[in-house]
């Protein structure tokens, strides 16, 4: 299987300015859950082909936990102090890179997250691959809800990655792939190309959740 993009998240402070960002943008929720050993919750809104998730922590004790201490996720969690990416890459598909295997206590036993090696650099972002495989137009347990059709938006094109740092191994071979672009900035953006039902196409900014368009 191709890779493929499945969904991106970005860490917001908590549920409240999860959905609040989400009416900024005009984007409907499709699920919540939270991810118990992990320390964090989420909303997501569904897109076609792929997901934004919006993140935040809810328990600083697991997300600090030896099961999940090597993800940065507390750092992530805190980027605004710390200076580390607010942003997740999640693929489907063979990953074209080195991975080490994430275990997180929420997942049965004997599945894993394989990670990048490079993301173990907070600075970076957290790249894996998703234990999801299809698109959110095929799932059938409704959890996608009515995705974006009702603001007109169809699927995420394009991740444009903004990094004040040098880029990672597996960004590069991504981006040498098509799978992003990659632009050198002074604080860590991603802005997603996403595809309208009319032909044309958005652009909205994260973290701060504004369209460019």
Partial sequence: METSLCHVFVFVEDRAAALAALKACGLEESFSRSHDGQGTANVAACFDNAYLELLWPEDQGELVSVSVARTRLAERSRWRETGASPFGIGLRGRLPFPTWEYRPPYLPD???????????????????????????????DGRAGRRQQAAGLTEITGLHLELPVGASPALRTLAERGLLALRPAVRPRLVLTIARSDGGQRQLSLPDFVWLD
């Fill in 110 to 140: 004997g599945m894993a997250i394989p990670v990048a090696l490079g993301s173990e650099d907070p600075r970076q972002p957290f790249l894996f691959r998703s234990p999801a495989e299809a698109r959110p137009e095929h799932w059938d």
